[in-house]
Structure formats: C-alpha cells, structure tokens
C-alpha cells in the first residue's frame, strides 16, 4: 500500500470543507473512514 491510507482522510476533509463548505460530522467520519479501509483492502464489490 502506498503511504497510509488513514493519512489521506485528513485530506479529504479539508477539501471538502474547502469546496463544499462542508465538514462530516463524527459518526460520518467513522463510517467514511471504515468504508475507506475495506475498499484498500479489497474487501468491498460491486
């Protein structure tokens, strides 16, 4: 896996914020971040 995956979520919200002026509440964030993981790891299909 290139660099963490847990490092690029940070990212991710301050683009959000910054383009939608949006920000994930905490369980949002937890369900992202959880959803994140399984598709790197392949553990998610179509």
């Known amino acids: 896996m290139p660099e963490s995956a847990d490092a690029?979520?940070?990212q991710l919200a301050?683009?959000?914020d910054q383009?939608?002026?949006w920000s994930p509440?905490?369980?949002q964030?937890?369900?992202f971040?959880?959803?994140?993981r399984q598709v790197v790891?392949?553990?998610c299909s179509a």
Do not use: K, S, V
């Open 8 to 10: 690029l979520l940070p």
């Open 14 to 16: 301050e683009l959000w």
């Open 19 to 21: 383009t939608l002026a």
């Open 25 to 27: 509440n905490e369980r």
């Open 29 to 31: 964030q937890e369900q």
């Open 33 to 36: 971040e959880q959803l994140y």
């Open 41 to 43: 790891r392949g553990e």
